[in-house]
């Protein structure tokens, strides 16, 4: 009982300002409201036992990608002002398709019988991801690391005033 | 009753539904980011609660969940980067106003 009340309270706290970030007309209170939603999917993640993926969750996303939004919103016109259009003109298709396909993953999703197994994660989680990163996983772990260096020198690049 | 793969599939599914209803009606170029960053985490939910239900004795899915943040951060830095060049360019950050390719 204790873990579906936890399960709830977390996935409102998540979805709730998921739904503030898509419909807010000021576009601060919108990057303002990502980082309870990150902060309820890291909560979520610590229901699951994957503790180190919450911290990392809080760490990147509720710490680094919010106040980058945050960061790029300030520096453009038109974010905060709410006299400025944020929707465009298919907001009512844009919602059918969204409600649509969510729906259509509701129903594939909860109607599917999942091998499920029982049992729980090993104790010692950050250990095992940390040798799973470097042996069984260890190309994907050198691939993103090559992307994370590529994407770090594009972004400077992109960014950088021409002379 | 306890809390099963279903909510948890249920949660991200209604999270996913949201990211993509930000990308299709925001005009702005960040706040479609923030649409994007909902997906994904939609997806790392997914990923986690089946590794966690599905396959406990396995990692697979803590793993690709940490290489999917670790792309997010990269996909944020270079789109904010390209927002920034475009609106020092063309002085707008409306998807709807970014036209110059159109003829």
């Not at chain 2, 599905?54 to 803590?62: C, D, M, N």
């Not at chain 2, 951060?73 to 159109?102: F, P, Q, S, W």
Request: aromatic share 6%.
């Amino acid at each position: 009982m204790g873990e579906l009340g936890a399960f709830i309270i977390l996935a409102l706290v998540t979805l709730l300002p998921a739904a503030a970030v898509v419909t807010s007309r000021n576009l601060v209170r919108a990057a303002m409201s990502l980082v309870p939603s990150f902060l309820g999917v890291a909560g979520l993640f610590v229901l699951l036992q994957a503790e180190f993926v919450a911290g990392i969750q809080i760490l990147i996303y509720a710490g680094a990608i919010a106040v980058l939004i945050l960061f790029v919103i300030m520096l453009t016109a038109g974010g905060t002002g709410t006299a400025v259009r944020q929707a465009n003109e298919q907001r009512v298709v844009g919602g059918l398709a969204a409600a649509a396909l969510t729906a259509a993953l509701l129903a594939l999703l909860l109607r599917t019988a999942w091998p499920l197994a029982a049992g729980s994660l090993p104790r010692a989680n950050v250990a095992a991801v940390g040798s799973a990163f470097l042996t069984t996983f260890v190309l994907a772990f050198e691939i993103s690391s090559v992307v994370l260096l590529v994407s770090l020198v594009g972004a400077l690049v992109i960014a950088r005033r021409e002379r | 009753m306890t809390v099963g793969v279903n909510h948890y599939l249920a949660v991200s599914a209604l999270l996913f539904g949201l990211g993509l209803y930000g990308i299709l009606t925001r005009r702005n170029a960040v706040a479609i980011l923030m649409g994007i960053e909902l997906m994904l985490n939609a997806t790392n939910i997914n990923l986690v609660a089946f590794n966690r239900y599905v396959a406990p004795g396995a990692l697979a899915g803590h793993v690709f969940a940490l290489v999917i943040i670790t792309l997010a951060a990269c996909e944020a830095a270079v789109g904010l980067a390209l927002v920034m060049a475009v609106y020092r360019n063309l002085e707008t950050v409306h998807v709807d106003e970014i036209n110059v390719l159109k003829w």
